[in-house]
């Protein structure tokens, strides 16, 4: 089939490049000019294990091409994905839908004949609504099919779920477009992934309850983690222990930072917001938001309190600053709340990530970017674990630390604490 990625970002490459490589023609279009260079290079702007080599050989093999130019990619293609950006609005808690309107109104031009336009960007229920009007306006209904086709991805993980998607979700109550479409993930349902055809609405749903159920959990579990600190208890072993239950399961329940990424936070303030504009007030999610809000604000009460009230001048390593593993994206990372905290009280933070130094931390003076592990830790006075890189499971810390006295802080409790115990080290994870 003939496909038109518009947006290439972690959606739009991702499903992009992997659509090509199960015998797709794709084109992926983006605005911005040097991303679109850089990928005809062959250089990737994102961090994602395996995507490298996959553009690389699907580009060579003519299945996957980059574009700017929409109107040219739109006319030769059967199925156009809409994979921008729903960022939440400035002074509100709404999605901003103006990059996926704008994006609607260039399409809208070009259709000739019969498109299926299709949301993978996380968009409020009703947008396919909203965006069927926009194109009716000028297009006969008989042009044109609006799907919504959520995209559950995992930066870190994202050809793998894209291969391998638990279940594809397929919002349209029209035959044709939803036939078309399970052709195309044909070869991802006969691997395992569930088919689910649903109303359009229905699918917009499902992403976002999807999204604001797992953050419920991930905040959950943090909350009984402050309670675990309160009582002597290892919320580790309240994970295990939860966790095994086949109706909870373990994933997603791990105490640690405040939850961030492009997509939870911004996820549960629109539902939030549509639901209210629909008059239900969805009070969980709410409180899951404030929790959340509140979590970097406890943390740092808790590192304050490992340096005995005493910020000023002391040397803070942070080990990731990504707002997790395996990606290099500093969305709504929690240590961009806690970093210009800790510098306001006059600490200096050396911080290492495997994804490099970030342009989100240069503009602070006393932000310092270590080469390695080894040169970010041996002369602090308190090591933040910030991010669950395998690259920081099994650090030497006896050999690396110049000051014996250094507070390790394992904001993931990637380490045991007896163990820990053992080697003399002084360490404190989250929850107990
Ligand atoms: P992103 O910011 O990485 O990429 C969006 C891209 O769209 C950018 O490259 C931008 O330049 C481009 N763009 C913006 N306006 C454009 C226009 N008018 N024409 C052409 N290109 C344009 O975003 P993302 O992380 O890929 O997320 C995209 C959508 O997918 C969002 O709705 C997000 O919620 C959803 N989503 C993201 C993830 C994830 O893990 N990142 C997972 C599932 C769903």
């Known amino acids: 089939m003939k496909l038109c990625m518009i947006g290439t970002g972690y959606v739009g490459l991702v499903s992009g490049v992997c659509f090509a490589d199960l015998g797709n023609d794709v084109v992926c279009i983006d605005c911005d000019i040097n991303k679109i260079n850089d990928l005809k290079k062959g250089i990737i702007p994102i961090y994602e294990p395996g995507l490298e080599e996959l553009v690389i050989k699907n580009y060579k093999n003519g299945r996957l091409k980059f574009s700017t130019n929409l109107e040219d990619s739109v006319l030769k293609s059967d199925i156009i994905f809409i994979c921008v950006g729903t960022p939440t609005k400035k002074n ?39 965006i069927e009007k926009i194109i009716s306006i000028k297009k006969s209904k008989k042009l044109f099919s609006v799907v919504s086709n959520p995209e559950f991805l995992r930066e870190g993980e994202a050809i793998r779920d894209f291969i391998y998607p638990d279940r594809v979700i397929i919002g349209t109550q029209d035959k044709k477009s939803n036939k078309i479409l399970k052709n195309l993930y044909s070869p991802l349902i006969s691997k395992g992934a569930k088919y689910i055809n649903t109303s359009r609405r229905a699918a917009e749903l499902i992403k976002y309850a999807s999204n604001a159920f797992l953050a419920t959990k991930i ?40 939850y961030g990424g492009s997509c939870f936070p911004k996820d549960t303030k629109a539902i939030t917001t549509t639901a209210d504009k629909f008059k239900t007030n969805l009070s969980i999610i709410k409180s899951v938001i404030k929790s959340n809000e509140n979590r970097s604000s406890l943390l740092l009460k808790r590192t304050i ?44 933070i050396n911080y290492y990530d495997p994804t490099g130094s970030k342009s989100e931390l240069s503009k602070y003076k006393k932000v310092f970017y270590s080469k390695d592990i080894k040169s970010a830790i041996s002369e602090s006075d308190l090591i933040i674990i910030h991010t669950e890189w395998n690259d920081f499971k099994s650090i030497n810390f006896k050999s690396y630390l110049k000051n014996k006295k250094c507070i390790i802080f394992d904001m993931r409790n990637i380490y045991s604490r007896s163990k820990m115990k053992q080697l003399n080290l002084n360490y404190y994870g989250v929850g107990g």
């Open 305 to 348: 309190k490992l340096l005995n009230g005493k910020i000023k001048n002391k040397k803070i390593c942070f080990l990731g600053v990504t707002f997790k593993a395996n990606t290099d994206d500093m969305r709504d990372s929690s240590s961009l709340k806690m970093i210009p905290f800790l510098i306001k009280k006059g600490a200096i």
């Open 92 to 130: 509100s808690r709404a999605a901003d839908l103006r990059q996926v309107y704008t994006v609607i109104r260039e399409i809208r031009k070009c259709i000739r004949k019969f498109k299926i336009i299709v949301t993978k960007s996380t968009v409020p229920v009703t947008t396919g609504d909203e």
């Open 219 to 258: 905040t959950f579990i943090n909350e009984i983690a402050n309670l675990c600190e309160n009582i002597d208890v290892n919320v580790e072993d309240i994970t295990i222990g939860m966790g095994l239950d086949k109706r909870i399961g373990s994933r997603f329940l791990r105490a640690g930072p405040a």
